[in-house]
């Protein structure tokens, strides 16, 4: 069975633009493609083998269920709430929440910073009532999910500029487990802040009362989906 770089990638739990780069420096055997690169998962398995990644071979076999990478107060416990943020040092915050999360693989945290800070690297999201749902334009494919929570001293210029007109005040970065479990994690975040939970989400509210929010609005949505499915 071959696999494409993306579903290569989040088997492996990390970025695609590693895959590439193991395939040019580190010899990761492949199949071209009509210009496409191919992964034969056998072939892939002894050369992950041989380089000590054994612990990661284990994600070609099976993936994170669906109903876990979707839960949003874990993600946001790992990213953490973070208080009196002056819009100028968001980059400086959001690259020290990405350092946060669990890799194993050498180099790529530092990709993850690369491209935050690279021109037009985050993209804002506005979505009005002061809050914004900040996240890497570029989709990448970890296997592991994050949020923060941060609220802003001065609103930020962002672009485009919120539906209503109201300036940031605080904002929610997010990074999905994979660029598939992207949309469903925005799905979830914007029905909650929209009709659920986190609608009355307040600055001075604790960081308890924040993090119960959200995993009521977890809660919420499974049981939900838990009905549709009835």
Do not use: C
Request: charged share 20%; hydrophobic share 45%; aromatic share 6%.
């Amino acid at each position: 069975m071959y696999l494409n770089v993306v579903e290569l990638a989040e088997s492996l739990g990390v970025d695609e633009g590693l895959i590439e780069a193991w395939v040019r420096n580190e010899g990761l055997p492949y199949v071209p493609d009509r210009g496409r690169l191919l992964f034969d998962r056998a072939q892939v398995v002894a050369w992950a083998t041989s380089r000590g990644m054994a612990a990661r071979v284990g994600f070609l076999a099976r993936r994170p269920s669906s109903s876990s990478v979707r839960r949003l107060e874990p993600l946001l416990r790992l990213g953490g709430i973070w208080r009196d943020v002056p819009s100028t040092r968001v980059l400086d915050i959001v690259e020290q929440v990405l350092r946060r999360i669990p890799v194993n693989t050498p180099g790529a945290q530092e990709l993850l910073v690369q491209r935050l800070h690279a021109p037009g690297g985050l993209n804002w999201a506005p979505i009005g009532g002061g809050l914004a749902l900040p996240h890497l334009r570029t989709p990448v494919a970890l296997g592991h999910g994050m949020m923060a929570l941060l609220f802003l001293l001065d609103p930020p210029a962002v672009d485009p500029p919120a539906p209503d007109g109201k300036p940031v005040t605080h904002a929610l970065f997010f990074m999905a487990p994979s660029p598939r479990t992207h949309l469903e994690l925005l799905s979830r975040l914007s029905t909650a802040l929209t009709n659920g939970a986190l609608r009355s989400l307040m600055r001075d509210a604790l960081d308890d009362a924040i993090l119960t929010a959200f995993a009521a609005a977890d809660d919420a949505a499974e049981k939900s989906q838990g009905g549709e499915g009835a």
